[in-house]
C-alpha cells in the first residue's frame, strides 16, 4: 500500500510569487489534514478535510492560503502571494476516519527568498 | 491556547540502555495520544498510540499515561544508534470542529551511542 505522497519534495521561490504543493493521501482515506512546521517551532495544525468537505480550516494562518480536495481524492495548497514567513515544511497526513491514527507525508520544505 | 510540552533535550544514551521521553499536555479532556518518530527530512511515522491510563507495550517501547497528571512517557528499551531520531508526543484536540487533528510538541531528540 503506499503512503501519503507529496509534491515537490522542496522548493524555493522569491517572496511575492504563488507555489502550489499537493498531497495524494492514502488511498481510501476520507480525511486528509495540512500540518506546517516553521523552524524553531512545533508541528501545527492548517486544515482538515473529510473527503471534499472543509471540516476545520482554524489552522490556515491568513487568506494567502488556499486549500482545495476536488472529487475528495489529492488535496492542493496554494500560497499565494508567499512572504518570507511562510518558510517551513509542510505535512499532510492521512486517516480512514477520525479516530484512527494519522499517516504523515514526508512533506515538502518551502524557502521563500 | 491547548499546548504540549516536551523537553527538546537532546538526550543521549549509551546503546542498551533505557531511553525516557516524557510529555505534558494542557487539555484535561484530551482522549489520544500519540508518539512519532522523526528521522531527519523523513516523515513523522507513528510508534505509538494510547487512549487508556496505564502501560502501553509494542515490542522494545512501553507508553504510558497517566491522565490525572496529564502526562505521557515513552519507553524504549535495549536503545540501538537505529533508534537516534525526533519523537514526537502528539495529543488529538478533543474540541469543537478541532477533534480530530494533532496538537503536538516540539520534540526531543534522542542520541543513542554506540
Known amino acids: 500500500e503506499a503512503g501519503v505522497t507529496q509534491f515537490p519534495s522542496h522548493s524555493v521561490i522569491e517572496k511575492g510569487q504563488t507555489v502550489t504543493l499537493r498531497c495524494d493521501p492514502i488511498?481510501?482515506?476520507?480525511?486528509l489534514y495540512w500540518y506546517r512546521r516553521v523552524m524553531g517551532k512545533e508541528i501545527k495544525f492548517l486544515l482538515h478535510?473529510?473527503?471534499?468537505?472543509?471540516?476545520?480550516e482554524s489552522g490556515m494562518p491568513n487568506n494567502r492560503f488556499l486549500a482545495e480536495r476536488t472529487g475528495g481524492t489529492y488535496s492542493t495548497l496554494k500560497v499565494q502571494p508567499a512572504e518570507l514567513e511562510d518558510s517551513g515544511v509542510y505535512f499532510c497526513?492521512?486517516?480512514?476516519?477520525?479516530?484512527?491514527?494519522?499517516?504523515f507525508g514526508d512533506g515538502t520544505r518551502l524557502s521563500i527568498l | 491556547q491547548k499546548e504540549v510540552e516536551q523537553n527538546s533535550g537532546p538526550l543521549s544514551v549509551p546503546e542498551g540502555a533505557i531511553a525516557s521521553l516524557n510529555c505534558t499536555y494542557s487539555?484535561?479532556?484530551?482522549?489520544?495520544f500519540f508518539w512519532y518518530r522523526q528521522y531527519s527530512g523523513k516523515s513523522p511515522e507513528l510508534i505509538m498510540s494510547?487512549?487508556?491510563?496505564g502501560d502501553k507495550e509494542d515490542g522494545r517501547f512501553t507508553a504510558q499515561l497517566n491522565k490525572a497528571s496529564q502526562y505521557v512517557s515513552l519507553l524504549i528499551r535495549d536503545s540501538q544508534p537505529s533508534d537516534s531520531a525526533t519523537y514526537l508526543c502528539?495529543?488529538?484536540?478533543?474540541?469543537?470542529?478541532?477533534?480530530?487533528?494533532?496538537?503536538f510538541g516540539k520534540g526531543t531528540k534522542l542520541s543513542v551511542k554506540p
Open positions: 478535510f473529510v473527503k471534499e468537505s472543509k471540516q476545520d
Open positions: 502528539a495529543v488529538r484536540a478533543n474540541y469543537g470542529r478541532s477533534q480530530g487533528n494533532l496538537i
Open positions: 494510547i487512549y487508556s491510563n
Open positions: 488511498s481510501g482515506h476520507d480525511n
Open positions: 497526513a492521512s486517516s480512514q476516519d477520525r479516530g484512527q491514527p494519522q499517516h
Open positions: 487539555d484535561r479532556g484530551s482522549q489520544s
